[in-house]
């Protein structure tokens, strides 16, 4: 392991250092003899190991590896060992991802081992349409490696409003050969499968998770109205974390599943009254007629928050945000945002098992 510093800045104050990577986080070390600002300075070169930057330091190794790990745990080192491994075209195409997962990187972690695991991920998207159209480019913007997905409708004019993944000229074709398309033109890396299906059962469902075998799903779709409850199960019972994004109205939300983390969607109990004033309205609204008020910011928001979840799930570099705490965004209240959360039922018929 050699340790390299992080791009970060520092300036001296009297006997202390004061360290800035990210502005909303400032680190001050006491440094009244150098010796801090040296260390600094040899892991900003990089190439040594801690025997080294203790032999360059006249300290003791076991002094300068506590040092190392100080830093390590504000998430100012990378090994330099796990750097460097990418070829120029890769190194330049994924440019940004890796100045962004530099903030995440760690010893044990560098920013390509992050990278890494995104190019070696397969996700299973279910429905090309107004969510999925957004979340699919930045899952291929971030490098997903492999993506799978299902959809069963054709491009129609009222698309436009809210699909960018389509162009007029598409109108009347097959959605999902035309989002696979528009997938390999972006990135001819990336493997992708379209599936020309309707989902119709939990069974088929099941199978498909099973088979295809992804690391998350991503689901957009909203009929039938059991839809969610049967990808939870395929998704629980597979191990897959399941990622999900909607609209209601004025209001949209996004959350996610870990299964055998958090609460699955099963978890989250039908009120005993069912004309109870909240579920009636809900009752009232699914079985009345829903025409879809998904504009392009709508979708673009949904679908961008559906995709960091995704990241989260892919990469480990934080915990899901979403995972049983499902984000409600307000679009009649400025876009706030909000936080609900589904209590874990241990009798849980698909989950309270595991």
């Known amino acids: 392991m050699r340790p390299r510093l992080k791009t970060l ?116 998207v279910l429905g090309t349409g107004g969510l999925n159209s957004n979340t699919i480019p930045h899952l291929a913007g971030l490098g997903v490696g492999r993506m799978t997905l299902l959809d069963r409708d054709t491009v129609d004019p009222r698309n436009f409003a809210r699909q960018y993944l389509y162009r007029w000229d598409d109108v009347g074709s097959r959605k999902v050969a035309r989002a696979a398309d528009w997938v390999r033109a972006f990135d001819p890396s990336i ?37 969610d409850l049967w990808v939870n199960a395929a998704c629980v019972r597979h191990g897959v974390p399941f990622v999900r994004g909607g609209m209601w109205v004025t209001s949209g939300t996004v959350w996610s599943v870990a299964p055998g983390v958090s609460a699955c969607r099963a978890c989250v109990p039908p009120t005993a009254d069912p004309d109870a004033p909240d579920l009636a309205a809900i009752r009232l609204y699914r079985d009345g007629a829903r025409p879809n008020r998904g504009i392009g910011p709508v979708a673009g928001l949904l679908g961008a928050y559906g995709a960091f979840e995704v990241l989260r799930y892919l990469t480990g570099f934080e915990p899901p945000a979403y995972a049983g705490r499902p984000l409600i965004v307000d679009f009649a209240g400025g876009c706030a945002t909000s936080r609900t959360e589904w209590p874990r039922n241990p009798d849980c018929d698909v989950c309270g098992g595991r």
């Open 9 to 124: 800045a520092w300036e001296r104050a009297g006997d202390e250092l004061r360290l800035v990577y990210d502005p909303r986080d400032r680190l001050v070390l006491p440094d009244p003899d150098g010796t801090v600002e040296k260390l600094l300075h040899l892991l900003r070169e990089g190439g040594r190991t801690v025997a080294e930057l203790a032999g360059e330091l006249s300290l003791p190794v076991a002094d300068v590896s506590a040092a190392v790990a100080a830093l390590d745990a504000e998430r100012l080192l990378e090994d330099g060992d796990r750097l460097g491994k990418l070829g120029p075209g890769d190194a330049e195409r994924h440019f940004s991802n890796l100045a962004f997962l530099e903030s995440f990187g760690t010893l044990a972690s560098s920013r390509e081992d992050l990278l890494g695991r995104l190019r070696e991920s397969h996700v299973l």
């Open 191 to 227: 493997e992708v499968e379209a599936i020309d299906l309707g989902v119709e059962s939990p069974e088929q469902l099941d199978e498909l998770v099973g088979r295809t075998r992804p690391d998350v799903v991503a689901s957009g779709i909203d009929r039938p109205n059991e839809i």
